[in-house]
């Protein structure tokens, strides 16, 4: 019993799935905080071409 002890303290099999689980949260985190930024300018920027677009007169004439 205190050979299986031993042996399942030294075992490092689980070390290397817990690295690629921390890795993926991290990227899925960064691509959550990216998606979130682009979004926001991405909104922003409709807003500015919607109002440009609103402002424009079809006719091409300035009145």
Same mark, same amino acid.
Request: cysteine-free.
């Given at each position: 019993?205190?050979?299986?002890?031993? #042996?399942?303290?030294? /075992?490092? @099999?689980?070390?290397?799935?817990? /690295?690629?689980?921390?890795?993926?949260?991290?990227? $899925?985190?960064?691509?959550?905080?990216?998606?979130?930024?682009?979004?926001?300018?991405?909104?922003?920027?409709? @807003?500015? $071409?919607?109002?440009?677009?609103?402002?424009?007169?079809? #006719?091409?004439?300035?009145?």
């Amino acid at each position: 019993m205190i050979k299986f002890i031993k #042996n399942f303290r030294k /075992d490092e @099999a689980g070390a290397v799935t817990v /690295d690629w689980v921390v890795l993926t949260a991290a990227v $899925v985190g960064l691509g959550a905080a990216a998606y979130t930024s682009i979004e926001a300018g991405a909104t922003g920027l409709t @807003a500015n $071409v919607q109002t440009y677009m609103g402002n424009q007169n079809p #006719n091409g004439s300035s009145t």
